[in-house]
């Protein structure tokens, strides 16, 4: 099946400093990526719409300017937390969807990177 | 827009007790539908997926759901439960735009 990867698995930062966190399709294109946060105990939040080609598409309330999005190439997004705080520590997972099944009874499955768990000292 | 809402936040079972858990969304269009498992530590893992036909869906480790439209719901049931199946269970819809959008989460208890 298919397999999304993500680098680094997880990361310790101090406060102020930018962390770049990456999210690859392993065997397939993936023109859209989704990444999402995930604080302890609650479930996961879409944070942003990864496309290549073009701008990421920000849900309310994310700072863009913050969480930078880039879509380098159809296997590749990468996600850059500027000037963390410890109020970003989270889990950050991305997501790529990828058709499965037949024309008429398929859709498209959201494959799910394993996480990268973001702490801000 | 899409929602979900999971209305068991904390379910406590014995081993072998049966199991559904609810979930119920909001979409007026077509839906594809999905459960998820986060067991403690562990990354998600797709348990069952509904995108059309069936609306039994049989997944892996013996769990299933059924889509009933007229409800709006997608309930996960398991007849009989284990001490491994404790963890955290997402109920997501994706709807009219690609990303799906995720229930609050139940957690899952099993005694042994």
């Known amino acids: 099946g298919a397999v999304v990867s993500q680098h680094p698995s997880w990361v310790i930062c101090k406060s102020g400093t930018s962390v770049k966190i990456e999210c690859r399709s392993l065997?397939?294109?993936?023109?859209?990526m989704f990444w999402y946060r995930q604080f302890p105990k609650q479930s996961l939040m879409l944070m942003a719409t990864?496309?290549?080609?073009?701008?990421?598409?920000?849900e309310q309330g994310v700072e863009k300017d913050k969480f930078l999005i880039n879509h380098a190439s159809l296997t590749l997004s990468t996600l850059t937390v500027t000037s963390a705080h410890p109020e970003d520590s989270s889990f950050y997972i991305c997501?790529?969807?990828?058709?499965?099944?037949?024309?008429?009874?398929?859709?498209?499955?959201?494959?799910f990177g394993p996480g990268t768990r973001l702490t801000v000292t | 827009a899409q929602s979900v809402s999971q209305h068991n936040h904390h379910v406590i079972l014995s081993e072998a007790a049966s199991l559904e858990l609810g979930c119920n969304y909001s979409?007026?269009?077509?839906?594809?539908l999905f459960w998820y498992v986060q067991y403690p530590g562990q990354h998600l893992q797709l348990l069952l997926k509904?995108?059309?036909?069936?609306?039994l869906v049989k997944g892996i480790k013996g769990f299933e759901a059924e889509f009933i439209k007229s409800k709006f719901s997608f309930n996960l049931r398991k007849p009989s439960v284990q001490w491994s199946d404790t963890a955290e269970y997402f109920c997501?819809?994706?709807?009219?735009?690609?990303?799906?959008?995720f229930g609050s989460g139940t957690r899952l208890q099993v005694q042994p």
């Open positions: 997501s790529a969807p990828h058709r499965v099944g037949g024309l008429l009874a398929g859709g498209n499955e959201q494959y």
């Open positions: 065997d397939f294109q993936a023109t859209t």
């Open positions: 990864s496309n290549e080609g073009s701008k990421a598409t920000y």
């Open positions: 979409y007026g269009g077509t839906v594809n």
């Open positions: 509904y995108f059309s036909g069936d609306p």
């Open positions: 997501a819809v994706k709807g009219g735009r690609r990303a799906l959008t």
